[in-house]
């Protein structure tokens, strides 16, 4: 059976996939790109993006893919649709499976993957996603300027959501389901004295309703072991901040990951510990989460595979 074999493999879409796909195509490196399960990743289910560089009036999350997407075709690099099923990177050349059916080989290898945000699983979170749900405040709280928000969580991030979104929005709601805040002290102090932010300890969020976007959330407050009360609270939008699920499960075998399963890499460079595989965007970012830094980090792992390329002369 002939093996496809290819000097870079780019696994996953969305800007840092995208990007890195530029700079490789570009390095006359010919990248194969495969897209994953949701092709242009998470920007693909967001409507108004604003503050990508270079689109002063905004642009939408799926057009700014589109714009990545032909550019990196542009420059040479196959996209092609489909999804990394089965990896080895225990030598080189790596090989990996292609949907369960096509195997592939790769002298380097760029896992862009991105992480899934957590949600708590209600239907409404999908009914009104784009219309007042979202799991990124500084990706859309600007969209909130005046307007009143709840953020589900108890965390550090959920209590950097809130300040965030307590600078722009007219009152936010922290809705936490223990009685008390996981976060750091320093970050639960400046929490809980913030004139713009109001616990709501042993709350949990059990629906969302509106007609043309998020009124309002039901709530269930918990009032002792037994007794519970339940009550809606008119909101304008919905944050979730319990957490990132990084896409690395399939590397782990063979890549360090952190505790939650973010990849860990060298030193402010986008390698990891096996030689020519490298990791860029989400799925080594537990912090910024931006498309702009993703884009970056794609940007560097390409420039990391030309290099290792050159240097085993393997161009």
Request: proline share 6%.
């Given at each position: 059976m002939?093996?496809?074999?290819?000097?870079?493999?780019?696994?996953?879409?969305?800007?840092?996939g995208y990007t890195a796909a530029i700079y490789s195509g570009r390095a006359n490196i010919a990248p194969v790109l495969y897209e994953g399960l949701e092709p242009g990743g998470q920007l693909t289910t967001t409507t108004e993006v604003e503050n990508f560089p270079g689109y002063p009036e905004g642009v939408t999350g799926p057009q700014l893919m589109e714009d990545l997407r032909k550019q990196a075709e542009r420059f040479g690099a196959e996209i092609r649709r489909g999804l990394i099923t089965h990896a080895d990177l225990s030598k080189a050349p790596y090989t990996f499976r292609v949907d369960n059916e096509k195997d592939i080989t790769a002298d380097t290898v760029i896992i862009s993957t991105g992480a899934t945000a957590k949600y708590l699983g209600l239907e409404d979170e999908k009914k009104y996603a784009g219309l007042g749900v979202?799991?990124?405040a500084t990706c859309d709280g600007f969209f909130y300027r005046k307007k009143v928000v709840a953020v589900v969580g108890g965390g550090d991030t959920a209590c950097e959501e809130a300040i965030y979104l307590a600078g722009l929005a007219s009152k936010v709601y922290l809705l936490v389901r223990k009685p008390y805040l996981r976060a750091s002290k320093i970050m639960q102090e400046r929490t809980l004295n913030h004139p713009n932010i109001t616990v709501l300890f042993e709350h949990n969020a059990v629906g969302l309703f509106g007609t043309d976007g998020v009124e309002g959330v039901h709530l269930v407050k918990r009032l002792g072991e037994a007794d519970e009360e339940r009550y809606d609270l008119p909101i304008d939008g919905f944050f979730l901040a319990i957490g990132h699920k990084p896409n690395s499960d399939l590397f782990k075998e063979w890549i360090k990951t952190d505790e939650v399963g973010y990849i860990m890499t060298e030193g402010k460079s986008p390698r990891t510990q096996v030689p020519g595989v490298f990791a860029a965007g989400d799925v080594a970012d537990p912090h910024y989460r931006q498309a702009v830094t993703a884009a970056g980090s794609g940007c560097q792992a390409a420039i990391e595979a030309e290099r290792f390329l050159s240097e085993k002369g393997l161009l």
């Open positions: 002939n093996i496809e074999h290819v000097k870079c493999l780019i696994i996953g879409s969305g800007p840092a979202s799991a990124c």
